[in-house]
């Protein structure tokens, strides 16, 4: 049965189809300062732009399943734990259609090496003011993103413990 198919012949209302996606912010430090792992975009939209790994979800994964997956395609790390961010769902915040994205987020207390692969073609730690500094061209609405999972983070009791003061710095 599709499902879909049922519940827009079902509907009065107009139905927008949505794709569904995981974004990681994975977060790590160094010396005492906060990074942000990013991506470079290989393909448009955004082509050039920085980005938080992430993509679509697909046939049987959850959000966080294929936001993990994508965080290995694209920059060749992992985490063991994530912690939910936020759904972001904006109408326009992807020009190629309707994608509500779900955003997790980790610390990790080093900055391994990443490698770039799938639709990133580069993969790198940035310092986390300079990808959130002014004139800095992210993709989609992903410095929003980073910026809600700082929050997220300061606001977890251990994490906050350990990024609040890079935090207050970053924002």
Not at 30 to 52: M, T
Not at 56 to 80: F, Q
Not at 153 to 160: Q, R, Y
Request: net charge negative.
């Amino acid at each position: 049965m599709n499902t879909t198919a049922t519940v827009a012949e079902d509907s009065d209302e107009n139905v927008e189809t949505a794709i569904l996606a995981g974004d990681v912010v994975l977060f790590g430090k160094k010396d005492g300062q906060l990074y942000v792992l990013v991506i470079r975009r290989r393909w448009e939209p955004f082509i050039g732009h920085l980005a938080v790994p992430g993509g679509c979800v697909g046939i049987g994964e959850d959000t966080e399943d294929a936001a993990r997956r994508e965080l290995g395609e694209e920059t060749g790390l992992s985490a063991d734990q994530l912690i939910y961010v936020g759904v972001y769902a904006k109408p326009g915040r992807d020009p190629r259609g309707r994608v509500v994205s779900f955003a997790y987020t980790a610390l990790l207390d080093h900055l391994p090496d990443p490698t770039a692969g799938d639709d990133a073609a580069v993969a790198e730690w940035v310092l986390v003011a300079e990808v959130l500094a002014a004139g800095t061209q992210l993709a989609f609405d992903h410095r929003q993103i980073i910026t809600d999972a700082m929050r997220k983070l300061v606001s977890n009791d251990a994490m906050g413990k350990v990024i609040g003061a890079a935090y207050r710095v970053a924002m």
